[in-house]
């Protein structure tokens, strides 16, 4: 049954000459069917270079909105069309301009996983593993980051120089993993190394030996030679740290989850290729002016290699 649903996803998706992106925490049938895996930052570099005009894009609010931004010409719908990501929301374009009254001379970085109405008051765009390279070709000494206060802080801990004005917003998922789970880990797993995404709280990310996007946590174990490794961040990245390295062992401190990821089905994808489900529409104005935001992640980031 899966299967056949598998093979007309397949079969339509050729017909209307779509492309399917699949996010790393996406559910493994999802992963299994998409052209493209990867994080944040490769995908949205798919998305924008594409020659198809259909993109399916299995994934959350953000990331659909992305997409359409840098490819306004392009259909862009998000199978899971109501896939929200709780940190987006917490940062609210009224609050941001008024806390921008009170930096003026601050360098305004929003984090990728915001609405593009924040973007859209934003001088760049960042994700988790490109951040860094981009901070670091920014002169500002003032920098208002936004919503995640563990990416920013994170960031933070490489520009001692530099100010952080950071918002109070963070990823429910990760904030769930503590310490004790970390330590439980590895009291069950010894010597094993950790690796974690920057999403997780600073506590955290100390009892780590590496830490980094989705992709940059596949390629760290990929090319590491230890066989086993504790991985702190959403368990939907099993898939592909499995099918490169069949041979090697992956445990959880706990069950990791995002919620919104999973809302992606193939009956939804299904449904996206028959026209069932609306694509994505954004303001024209605020969408010019979250593009600026958007380009600037990718002149600034242009060194980064990550995906797959
Ligand atoms: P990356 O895949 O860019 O590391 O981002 C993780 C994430 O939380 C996406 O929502
Ligand atoms: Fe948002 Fe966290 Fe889910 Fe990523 S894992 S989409 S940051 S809630």
Not at 277 to 302: F, P, R, T
């Amino acid at each position: 049954m899966r299967d056949i649903l598998k093979e007309n996803i397949l079969k339509l998706k050729k017909e209307k000459n779509a492309i399917i992106l699949a996010h790393l925490y996406e559910p493994d049938e999802i992963q299994e069917i998409a052209d493209y895996v990867g994080d944040s930052y490769y995908l949205s570099k798919i998305a924008r270079d594409c020659k198809e005009e259909l993109i399916i894009f299995c994934g959350v609010k953000f990331m659909g909105e992305s997409a359409k931004i840098l490819s306004p010409q392009k259909t862009v719908i998000l199978p899971a069309a109501n896939a929200g990501c709780p940190m987006a929301d917490m940062a609210d374009a009224e609050d941001l301009k008024e806390m921008i009254k009170d930096y003026p001379d601050a360098f305004k970085v929003c984090y990728i996983n915001s609405s593009y109405e924040v973007k859209a008051l934003c001088d760049v765009s960042v994700t988790s593993s490109s951040a860094l390279d981009i901070i670091k070709n920014v002169p500002n000494k003032q920098i208002l980051f936004l919503p995640d206060r563990n990416l920013g802080s994170y960031i933070a801990e490489f520009f001692p120089d530099k100010e952080f004005i950071l918002w109070q917003g963070f990823c429910p998922t990760h904030e769930r993993i503590s310490t004790e789970d970390i330590i439980n880990a590895k009291a069950k797993h010894p010597n094993v190394k950790v690796l974690g995404h920057p999403e997780c709280n600073k506590d955290v990310r100390d009892l780590c030996d590496y830490i980094g996007s989705t992709s940059g946590i596949i390629n760290f174990a990929t090319n590491c030679e230890d066989n086993e490794f504790i991985i702190a961040t959403e368990e939907g990245i099993l898939y592909e740290l499995n099918k490169r390295n069949p041979n090697k062992k992956f445990y959880f401190p706990g069950p990791i989850i995002c919620p919104n990821m999973k809302k992606t089905s193939l009956e939804n994808v299904y449904d996206a290729l028959c026209g069932k489900v609306e694509e994505v529409i954004l303001d024209e104005d605020i969408s010019k002016k979250a593009l600026v935001s958007l380009e600037n992640m990718h002149k600034l980031g242009e060194m980064v290699v990550c995906g797959n």
